[in-house]
């Protein structure tokens, strides 16, 4: 870790800004430091970069009238997990920092004025022939505030500005300390017993960058403004915005394919009825409007692809396409070791007329356990009261092998077959929806493409019997699948390009999710279901931030969580059961977790 290299010593070499540009010579103090400053000799040095986000910050804090709102800069918090600022540049930019204190790691960007979030910023570069830092270090003045030696001096400080200076020396004094603390606190992070502060910047001084699309998703988005009014970083955007309220009576039933067609009592079983809590997704009913609209066309669109991470709701949104277009439901789900013929179906020994019941009724385990002696009897006709428990069961055994030897005896010898149809067959047989799942984690990339000549306009495909089987045209095939975890592989294109529709299905909304974990569970306190909801948010930002790539937290363990919570009452003994565990399997990764995004949020 870099952990003094926004206090280099090349920083100390810059012009102070004003009012404090004519100590830029004479910038060393002897005997004044803070109180961190464990040396014999104290002594500290003004720090221009320091000294300009202390500045920025006061004058955001208490504007002087002489710049508009956007010239002031923001600074705000989200979720108690990210600093986020954007700092007006003297070089007429806006620098836009978010900081992680759990890791020290920053993410920053660039942009002119006024900020086009569109494109990619700028980076920045921490190096004395790019940018000075100022800008991260005005990221961190929430965390310098925190320390109380900081804070007094800031108010110091602060009033000699109001003031207007009338004792420069003073207010030169008072910076100096602030100066020392910041360095200090920055510098020996790893050695000081409290109040050190992480910074992790690369040796060649280039910061991440930030990216768009966390900007058009809210991953990096204030839930609290400190001071100033954002431009880059919008608030309320941590999650998006609340989905179009689809109403079950409008939307169940409501796209059948073929008008004429009646299913049979046994099939309208297997026809999904959505539960009350399942909010319906606008992609599930495009899906179901392609489908009904296409019908009449030369290739209607029959195969569909629902992609995303674990607990978005691929199952449930296959399951509502099922009953908007009124079809029964079947799945099949893959596994590293799948087939083609067991995506096809199977030749396997046929038991039809064979021996499934035994003629006589011979004793139960439990009968030899209690009274071995007439078990035996019952097995061969001899009451022996010495008998053991062992040589009854093996009794048993041989009985029955001795009846079952006997009628095969008089049998053919002949086995017979005879093919089984998987879900798959039988719903391109009979004009069914079948879910297709998680086929990325088939070891053999090939086994797919086997199923190209259903996917495509032939609508056939031979059966291990030898059978071709016709696509029935209402057969409506939806894979679903995830590319991010371990064991998933890319789809073939070959497959990807029969798909007639691929949805990506994002988190859904803070509002949906919890109506959604609330219908589930039946956890009456919505506020804290709320809470548990941006937590997981949170753990989930923080492994991605932090490559901790060994579990997974989401809508699954959020439901997890609750549940949990409903039965012990506590919610961080819950965490540990549920939420902890399934983020990671390393203990150290765990408790930086606990304290980067349950600390920050519950109480001790």
Not at 507 to 531: A, F, M
Request: aromatic share 8%.
């Amino acid at each position: 870790m870099a952990s003094g290299k926004l206090v280099e010593s090349w920083t100390f070499q810059r012009t102070l800004p004003e009012p404090f540009k004519d100590y830029t010579d004479n910038a060393v103090f002897k005997n004044i430091a803070s109180k961190y400053c464990t040396q014999p000799q104290k002594r500290s040095t003004l720090h221009a970069a320091t000294l300009q986000a202390v500045l920025t910050y006061m004058e955001l804090e208490e504007p002087a009238g002489r710049k508009s709102a956007e010239e002031l800069g923001a600074i705000g918090s989200q979720t108690n997990t990210y600093t986020v600022a954007e700092y007006p540049s003297r070089t007429g930019e806006l620098h836009v920092v978010v900081y992680n204190p759990a890791n020290g790691k920053f993410i920053a960007g660039k942009y002119t004025v006024p900020p086009d979030t569109e494109n990619s910023p700028e980076k920045y570069v921490f190096k004395d022939s790019e940018n000075t830092g100022t800008a991260l270090l005005f990221a961190l003045m929430p965390t310098f505030l925190s320390d109380e030696e900081f804070n007094e001096k800031y108010q110091q400080l602060k009033e000699y500005r109001a003031a207007g200076y009338p004792d420069m020396d003073e207010a030169a004094e008072t910076a100096a300390v602030l100066c020392d603390n910041v360095y200090r606190r920055i510098r020996y992070s790893d050695t000081l017993p409290m109040g050190g502060i992480r910074t992790d910047i690369a040796a060649n001084g280039v910061i991440p960058l930030l990216k768009p699309l966390a900007l058009q998703t809210g991953t990096y988005a204030p839930t609290e403004i400190i001071h100033g009014a954002f431009q880059v970083l919008k608030p309320g955007n941590t999650f998006k915005k609340k989905a179009e309220v689809i109403a079950k009576a409008d939307f169940m039933g409501q796209y059948v394919l073929s008008p004429a067609r009646v299913l049979t009592p046994e099939e309208e079983l297997t026809v999904p009825v959505l539960p009350d809590w399942y909010i319906i997704p606008k992609e599930v009913k495009r899906i179901c409007e392609h489908a009904k609209i296409t019908t009449d066309t030369v290739q209607p669109m029959r195969n569909f692809l629902l992609r995303g991470p674990a607990g978005t709701g691929k199952t449930e949104g296959a399951k509502a396409v099922a009953s908007g277009l009124h079809l029964p439901y079947r799945c099949l789900t893959c596994s590293a070791n799948t087939e083609v013929f067991d995506l096809l179906g199977q030749i396997l020994p046929d038991v039809d007329g064979k021996r499934t019941a035994l003629e006589r009724q011979y004793p139960s385990f439990q009968d030899i356990m209690l009274d071995p002696a007439s078990a035996y009897e019952k097995l061969t006709g001899t009451y022996d009261e010495n008998v053991t428990e062992d040589q009854v069961y093996k009794q048993l055994i041989d009985t029955i092998f001795d009846e079952m030897h006997e009628y095969y005896a008089s049998k053919t010898s002949q086995q017979n077959f005879r093919y089984v149809d998987t879900p798959l067959v039988e719903a391109i047989r009979n004009g069914y929806a079948l879910e297709l799942q998680e086929p990325t984690v088939i070891a053999n990339p090939g086994v797919l493409v086997g199923l190209n000549s259903l996917l495509d306009r032939c609508n056939s495909v031979f059966l291990p019997n030898g059978e071709t089987v016709q696509r029935h045209p209402d057969t409506v095939i939806i894979v679903t699948t995830n590319n991010d975890y371990a064991g998933c592989k890319p789809l073939n294109q070959s497959v990807i390009s029969r798909m007639n529709l691929v949805v990506d299905l994002d988190e859904p909304d803070e509002e949906t999710l919890v109506e959604r974990v609330v219908g589930v569970t039946g956890c009456k306190e919505k506020k804290t279901v709320q809470t548990m909801a941006r937590i997981v948010h949170s753990i989930s930002e923080y492994c991605r931030e932090n490559l901790i790539t060994d579990g997974c937290c989401g809508v699954r363990e959020l439901i997890s969580w609750v549940q949990s919570y409903m039965v012990c009452g506590d919610i961080r003994e819950a965490a540990h059961y549920t939420i902890l565990p399934s983020a990671t399997a390393d203990a150290i990764s765990r408790a930086e977790v606990e304290e980067s995004c349950l600390d920050t949020v519950l109480p001790s």
